[in-house]
Structure formats: structure tokens, C-alpha cells
């Protein structure tokens, strides 16, 4: 029993160590392409004026 638990805790921690990562770096191109996005609309508003 013990080692059932041991061995789903292991592959819980395994998933979540890969899957942090991964979100965070998904995170990151969003956060970087929402920059993105918001500067080319600031630079068409002052190019415009």
C-alpha cells in the first residue's frame, strides 16, 4: 500500500517538475506577446497624432 502511494507521489512530483516549466514559459510568451501587442497599438496611436 505504502509503496502505491509512494509511487503515485513520485509521478504527481515528476508531472508537476515538467509541467511548471512549461506553463511558465507558455506564460512568458504571453505576457511578452501581450507587450508586444500593446506597444505596436501605443506606437500607431503616436505615429498617428
Request: positive net charge.
Amino acid at each position: 500500500m505504502k509503496c502505491k502511494i509512494r509511487q503515485s507521489f513520485a509521478q504527481k512530483t515528476l508531472i508537476f517538475q515538467f509541467s511548471v516549466p512549461i506553463n511558465l514559459h507558455f506564460c512568458e510568451k504571453t505576457v511578452n506577446f501581450v507587450i508586444a501587442t500593446i506597444q505596436k497599438i501605443v506606437l500607431k496611436e503616436r505615429s498617428s497624432k
